[in-house]
């Protein structure tokens, strides 16, 4: 692990230990998926209470009536312990019961259905059954009265309910019978317990021990802010790689990624690019990294000692690096993924979402991305258009820059140049500026803060895009050419004491979260938001009403990036007559549009569903009016899907065009 590259995660330790007891311990996260998360609870609380059983066991090896001082079946600290044991061993059986119904019966195609995932199973099994069986072979052969071997006074007892009822059946058996099932179960499950600590590395349980630590470990930066590239010309200079090409230039904490991953497969469950048939699966994403570190460790190991980065142990010596040849060191992109799974990502951050250890894949990806663009130069044909245009434009269509403000002709809206003591600025964004579609969400944005008189002005043609697109396209250095000019225009304005109101997600969330890297520090609000905030100060009044129903769609950078849910839906609410329907993909779980991570500029996978189209189906099958969002790569990516159902009758509008409907 310690080959891996430097990244601080020993800061704000109480928001890291409250995070373990949410989310280690309390296993909030598994709860998502409720009949799963409560037998892998019952399975992890009964390990808890189990491990002094072992200790005891142990114990009991060197002498029988060991019970380690307080634990006595006289005391009634010990009958307290004997009853809560026997209830979790029963509930540990419970549990990998209903785990191995979902592999052997159900057989989800979530789980990696493998022999090994079995035999920890078994294991688990077994180690409770002999459990029982050692309590109830002692208890039946302790009941032995007479040379005759009868035995006599075994009955039910509240402490050892497991273990009685079992002796209560093993009670007919001689007493030699007895003393041999008894040794069976000690050492069936002493034995089991270290055989299982010795497999935990070299399977996928090896979660047992990193998983706790790797939610310790999380990142505690928001959700939505990719690291930058530092000093990238610098690199340049000195030729050092820009993004990821090798396994050893991923953080620590990255490959503790890959050996915390439980392959429950949670995260490909909820990835857009999975469920339309794309070759992306973020479980195997994290799977074929970790094993090629698992062939590879001796040559790591070895050269990081080699170059004094890494204190050996005299375990792993050079000759075993040149013996594994330089395998270590390929590049990852082709020799271990395959490019077209890096480029199906949109980045939606489902499956960062679901996974229940806490380890994140749009990083990695993204940072795979930055080698292909900026090393290797390679990357989907139509994004070549996409950069180009915001080299010379500053937008991704390539529309001339001074046309930025021509949808707010006609409404009396000043620009910044004009009216640089405006408390609010409108950040309108690339697609709201210059689709006439998206131009139309603007324009009923701008007219309701008039209508509820909010001193607001516009960049107009000195606003540029966010470099959003390019960031999550693997352009690193086109990003940051956007955000140091963007950052110096508003400073300049002194946008750090002002507010920023955004139609657009991306905007809203770098904005927010990506450009304090570069100096810009600002308070920004997405539109429904601050119309929501309207609305409840009384400022705008929707009196008109609007019979339909209407489903609302969750965009990504909105909800999982920023987790702002409730504001449109208040926003709607609030218009009389108006239904808010959710579909059965909501909130948290929302499936993208399919826009995001730069896939609003390229064609998706040849041979695959279009994930607009899914979700689209989604959306429909609840049968509304219309279908209702937030976000212009939404709004166009959402309307393309209802044309190509033939599904025109239903129209995609934004939040703000139906509050200005209701006015």
């Given at each position: 692990?310690?080959?891996?590259?430097?990244?601080?995660?020993?800061?704000?330790?109480?928001?890291?230990?409250?995070?373990?007891w949410d989310y280690g311990l309390k296993q909030l996260r598994m709860r998502r998926y409720p009949l799963a998360g409560a037998a892998h609870m019952l399975i992890f609380l009964g390990?808890?209470?189990?491990?002094?059983?072992?200790?005891?066991?142990?114990?009991?090896?060197?002498?029988?009536?060991?019970?380690?001082?307080?634990?006595?079946?006289?005391?009634?600290?010990?009958?307290?312990?004997?009853?809560?044991?026997?209830?979790?061993?029963?509930?540990?059986?419970?549990?990998?019961?209903?785990?191995?119904?979902?592999?052997?019966?159900?057989?989800?195609?979530?789980?990696?259905?493998?022999?090994?995932?079995?035999?920890?199973?078994?294991?688990?099994?077994?180690?409770?059954?002999?459990?029982?069986?050692?309590?109830?072979?002692?208890?039946?052969?302790?009941?032995?009265?007479?040379?005759?071997?009868?035995?006599?006074?075994?009955?039910?007892?509240?402490?050892?309910?497991?273990?009685?009822?079992?002796?209560?059946?093993?009670?007919?058996?001689?007493?030699?019978?007895?003393?041999?099932?008894?040794?069976?179960?000690?050492?069936?499950?002493?034995?089991?317990?270290?055989?299982?600590?010795?497999?935990?590395?070299?399977?996928?349980?090896?979660?047992?021990?990193?998983?706790?630590?790797?939610?310790?470990?999380?990142?505690?930066?928001?959700?939505?802010?990719?690291?930058?590239?530092?000093?990238?010309?610098?690199?340049?200079?000195?030729?050092?790689?820009?993004?990821?090409?090798?396994?050893?230039?991923?953080?620590?904490?990255?490959?503790?990624?890959?050996?915390?991953?439980?392959?429950?497969?949670?995260?490909?469950?909820?990835?857009?690019?999975?469920?339309?048939?794309?070759?992306?699966?973020?479980?195997?994403?994290?799977?074929?990294?970790?094993?090629?570190?698992?062939?590879?460790?001796?040559?790591?190991?070895?050269?990081?000692?080699?170059?004094?980065?890494?204190?050996?142990?005299?375990?792993?010596?050079?000759?075993?690096?040149?013996?594994?040849?330089?395998?270590?060191?390929?590049?990852?992109?082709?020799?271990?993924?395959?490019?077209?799974?890096?480029?199906?990502?949109?980045?939606?951050?489902?499956?960062?979402?679901?996974?229940?250890?806490?380890?994140?894949?749009?990083?990695?990806?993204?940072?795979?991305?930055?080698?292909?663009?900026?090393?290797?130069?390679?990357?989907?044909?139509?994004?070549?258009?996409?950069?180009?245009?915001?080299?010379?434009?500053?937008?991704?269509?390539?529309?001339?820059?001074?046309?930025?403000?021509?949808?707010?002709?006609?409404?009396?809206?000043?620009?910044?140049?004009?009216?640089?003591?405006?408390?609010?600025?409108?950040?309108?964004?690339?697609?709201?500026?210059?689709?006439?579609?998206?131009?139309?969400?603007?324009?009923?944005?701008?007219?309701?803060?008039?209508?509820?008189?909010?001193?607001?002005?516009?960049?107009?043609?000195?606003?540029?895009?966010?470099?959003?697109?390019?960031?999550?396209?693997?352009?690193?250095?086109?990003?940051?050419?956007?955000?140091?000019?963007?950052?110096?225009?508003?400073?300049?304005?002194?946008?750090?004491?002002?507010?920023?109101?955004?139609?657009?997600?991306?905007?809203?969330?770098?904005?927010?979260?990506?450009?304090?890297?570069?100096?810009?520090?600002?308070?920004?609000?997405?539109?429904?938001?601050?119309?929501?905030?309207?609305?409840?100060?009384?400022?705008?009044?929707?009196?008109?009403?609007?019979?339909?129903?209407?489903?609302?769609?969750?965009?990504?950078?909105?909800?999982?990036?920023?987790?702002?849910?409730?504001?449109?839906?208040?926003?709607?609410?609030?218009?009389?007559?108006?239904?808010v329907l959710e579909p059965l993909a909501t909130r948290d779980r929302g499936m993208c549009c399919g826009a995001g991570g730069a896939q609003m500029f390229k064609e998706e996978e040849?041979?695959?569903?279009?994930?607009?189209?899914?979700?689209?189906?989604?959306?429909?099958?609840?049968?509304?009016?219309?279908?209702?969002?937030?976000?212009?790569?939404?709004?166009?990516?959402?309307?393309?899907?209802?044309?190509?159902?033939?599904?025109?009758?239903?129209?995609?509008?934004?939040?703000?065009?139906?509050?200005?409907?209701?006015?």
């Amino acid at each position: 692990m310690m080959v891996g590259a430097p990244a601080n995660r020993f800061d704000r330790h109480a928001d890291r230990l409250r995070a373990v007891w949410d989310y280690g311990l309390k296993q909030l996260r598994m709860r998502r998926y409720p009949l799963a998360g409560a037998a892998h609870m019952l399975i992890f609380l009964g390990f808890g209470v189990l491990l002094l059983r072992s200790l005891i066991l142990w114990g009991r090896g060197f002498d029988e009536s060991f019970n380690f001082w307080f634990f006595g079946p006289d005391q009634a600290l010990g009958k307290l312990y004997s009853l809560l044991k026997d209830i979790f061993a029963v509930l540990v059986i419970v549990g990998a019961l209903t785990f191995v119904y979902f592999r052997v019966v159900k057989r989800l195609p979530r789980l990696t259905l493998s022999t090994e995932g079995l035999i920890i199973l078994g294991i688990i099994l077994t180690m409770m059954v002999a459990d029982i069986l050692y309590d109830g072979a002692s208890i039946a052969r302790h009941a032995v009265t007479g040379a005759d071997g009868v035995v006599n006074g075994v009955h039910l007892v509240w402490y050892e309910p497991a273990g009685s009822i079992l002796a209560m059946i093993l009670q007919a058996l001689p007493a030699g019978m007895l003393t041999v099932l008894m040794h069976a179960g000690f050492w069936t499950h002493s034995a089991l317990v270290l055989i299982f600590l010795n497999l935990l590395p070299y399977s996928k349980h090896f979660h047992i021990i990193t998983g706790i630590p790797n939610v310790y470990f999380q990142s505690l930066d928001p959700p939505g802010r990719l690291a930058p590239i530092t000093d990238i010309e610098g690199k340049l200079e000195r030729e050092e790689t820009l993004g990821i090409r090798r396994i050893d230039q991923f953080s620590w904490k990255s490959i503790l990624d890959f050996y915390t991953c439980t392959e429950c497969g949670r995260c490909s469950d909820h990835c857009p690019a999975t469920k339309t048939g794309k070759k992306l699966s973020p479980k195997h994403f994290t799977l074929d990294l970790r094993d090629f570190l698992y062939q590879n460790e001796r040559g790591l190991v070895a050269e990081k000692e080699s170059a004094g980065l890494v204190t050996g142990n005299g375990t792993v010596s050079a000759t075993g690096a040149q013996g594994n040849g330089a395998a270590h060191r390929k590049d990852l992109v082709d020799g271990v993924i395959d490019p077209e799974v890096l480029w199906a990502c949109t980045s939606c951050r489902a499956c960062e979402q679901e996974c229940p250890v806490f380890i994140t894949y749009v990083d990695k990806i993204v940072d795979m991305r930055r080698y292909l663009v900026q090393e290797r130069g390679e990357f989907p044909t139509e994004l070549q258009g996409a950069f180009r245009s915001m080299e010379s434009s500053a937008n991704p269509w390539g529309f001339p820059a001074a046309d930025r403000a021509k949808w707010a002709e006609g409404l009396d809206i000043k620009t910044l140049a004009e009216h640089s003591d405006a408390p609010v600025i409108f950040w309108v964004g690339c697609a709201p500026s210059f689709d006439e579609r998206a131009k139309k969400v603007a324009q009923a944005t701008a007219k309701l803060m008039q209508r509820a008189g909010v001193d607001f002005a516009i960049l107009g043609s000195e606003e540029q895009c966010t470099g959003d697109p390019a960031r999550r396209a693997g352009n690193e250095f086109l990003f940051q050419t956007f955000a140091q000019a963007n950052v110096a225009t508003l400073n300049g304005y002194g946008a750090e004491k002002k507010k920023i109101v955004t139609t657009c997600p991306h905007c809203f969330n770098t904005l927010l979260n990506e450009y304090p890297d570069f100096g810009g520090r600002y308070e920004v609000i997405h539109h429904t938001t601050f119309l929501s905030g309207l609305i409840a100060d009384g400022r705008l009044k929707p009196t008109k009403p609007i019979e339909k129903r209407v489903v609302y769609h969750d965009s990504c950078y909105l909800g999982r990036y920023n987790e702002v849910y409730d504001a449109p839906r208040e926003a709607l609410r609030s218009i009389p007559g108006l239904t808010v329907l959710e579909p059965l993909a909501t909130r948290d779980r929302g499936m993208c549009c399919g826009a995001g991570g730069a896939q609003m500029f390229k064609e998706e996978e040849p041979g695959t569903e279009r994930v607009n189209a899914a979700r689209t189906q989604q959306l429909l099958d609840t049968n509304p009016d219309a279908v209702a969002s937030a976000c212009p790569f939404c709004q166009r990516m959402l309307t393309d899907g209802l044309a190509g159902q033939h599904r025109e009758n239903v129209p995609q509008v934004d939040v703000a065009e139906l509050l200005l409907e209701a006015m």
